[in-house]
């Protein structure tokens, strides 16, 4: 409730007033970081941010388990974090989490889902609807359903002028 009164409608520029908001009620956030308004935390003292990450425009961060976001890491709009599933093999199917961690310089694209334990190396792409689990490996692009690593990520870094 807190969220929609107070932060879901807010401009881009009031990112300092929305991490605000979610460290009040547990977030570690550190400078520089941006929480959308229109995208969802489910348990913010589950949220970790380190600096220069970014939930975009409708991510959900379902966050059951700990979801931590190292350096620079962009999460793109209505992506899915998720941090809990069922488990199906059992008549009453009890709740299975798991930590999601994205390493530093990695980048969830538009609408990808990350599954619960699910470990995001440092400089991974992982494509636009992309679904992953597991353990990527490092600077490495991933895409599709079921995702799969379809080659190596170069990145050309440019010193600053």
Not at 22 to 42: C, K, M, Q, Y
Not at 83 to 107: C, F, N, Q, R, S
Request: charged residues 20%.
């Amino acid at each position: 409730m807190t969220w929609l009164i107070f932060a879901s409608w807010t401009p881009k520029k009031l990112a300092p007033w929305r991490c605000f908001l979610l460290r009040l009620f547990g977030a570690t956030i550190e400078r520089n970081s941006d929480v959308r308004g229109s995208a969802r935390v489910w348990y913010p003292p589950n949220l970790h941010m380190a600096s220069h990450c970014i939930l975009a425009d409708g991510v959900q961060c379902y966050n059951m388990a700990p979801i931590r976001l190292h350096l620079s890491t962009i999460v793109s709009q209505r992506a899915f974090l998720c941090g809990g599933t069922h488990d199906y093999t059992k008549g009453d199917h009890p709740l299975v989490t798991g930590a999601i961690e994205i390493g530093p310089h990695a980048w969830i694209a538009a609408e990808a889902f990350v599954g619960p334990g699910t470990i995001v190396s440092e400089g991974c792409v992982i494509g636009a609807r992309a679904v992953v689990n597991g353990r990527l490996e490092p600077w490495s692009v991933y895409a599709g359903n079921p995702a799969k690593r379809i080659k190596e990520r170069l990145i050309e870094w440019k010193e600053p002028s």
